[in-house]
């Protein structure tokens, strides 16, 4: 069974542009999660999808960025436009169920952004 | 809201020697602890978990104990190996979310 896959795996961007990181699930997870670690510091969540619909968008820095996941399967992660504290590894997890059903969600290896 | 604070690394030791990593968490309720580990080029996973107080998890030589007095889940080993290198995240969940530490960096010297 594959793992989620992130894409790409390190994009350096100027300010101001445009960048769309996309996250694949493992098949069959309904729960796709997004997550930031900016600057060494903690990895801290950014919103929650259930096959199409958001559940938990609280995490969201701003309206810069935008998440979608067309369809229930792959997410996209837009932020437009890039600013300098955007800066940091955005992590993709994907679950069967919630962790208060004692299910696992298991993690992409993370999309580097650096914005210069 | 929830937090999750950490030992800071890095944090070098010698092959076989014993490792701990401080984890404290502040929480409403009774929130499940994790330790997550990131091998270099790779994804986080999970390396641990205790749902309720007094729980011990383990894995691969790995432990930590859930002490709600505390509010700790410390990690421990005995005797680590240069294999064991990576960054270590202690987390707490609520119904579906995690909330992270600031990572501890481990590096093993042969």
């Known amino acids: 069974e594959a793992g989620v896959t992130q894409f790409p795996s390190h994009s350096v961007i100027e300010k101001g542009q445009t960048v769309t990181l996309r996250c694949d699930p493992i098949?069959?997870?309904?729960?796709l999660y997004w997550y930031r670690r900016v600057m060494g510091k903690e990895i801290k969540f950014l919103l929650h999808?259930?096959?199409?619909?958001?559940?938990?968008e609280s995490g969201m820095p701003n309206n810069r960025f935008l998440a979608e996941r067309t369809g229930g399967t792959y997410s996209t992660l837009k932020v437009q436009p890039a600013e300098l504290e955007d800066s940091g590894v955005y992590f993709c997890?994907?679950?069967?169920?919630?962790?208060?059903?004692?299910?696992?969600?298991?993690f992409g290896p993370g999309t580097r952004l650096t914005v210069t | 809201g929830d937090s999750v604070t950490q030992m800071e690394g890095p944090v070098t030791l010698s092959e076989e020697a014993f490792l701990t990593i401080n984890c404290t968490y502040t929480?409403?309720?009774?929130?499940?602890l994790f330790w997550y580990v990131q091998y270099p080029g790779e994804g986080l996973q999970l390396l641990l978990k205790?749902?309720?107080?007094?729980d011990k998890g383990s894995n691969k030589g790995f432990e930590a104990t859930y002490r709600k007095e505390t509010t700790s889940f410390h990690l421990e080993k005995g005797s680590v190996q240069v294999s064991d290198s990576a960054v270590y995240f202690c987390?707490?969940?609520?119904?579906?979310?995690?909330?992270f530490g600031a990572g501890t960096t481990v590096t093993v010297r042969a």
């Open positions: 997890a994907s679950s069967r169920g919630v962790l208060a059903g004692g299910y696992e969600q298991y």
């Open positions: 929480a409403t309720g009774y929130p499940s």
């Open positions: 999808f259930v096959k199409e619909s958001k559940q938990d």
């Open positions: 098949s069959g997870h309904d729960n």
């Open positions: 205790a749902t309720k107080a007094d």
């Open positions: 987390a707490l969940s609520d119904n579906y979310k995690l909330s």
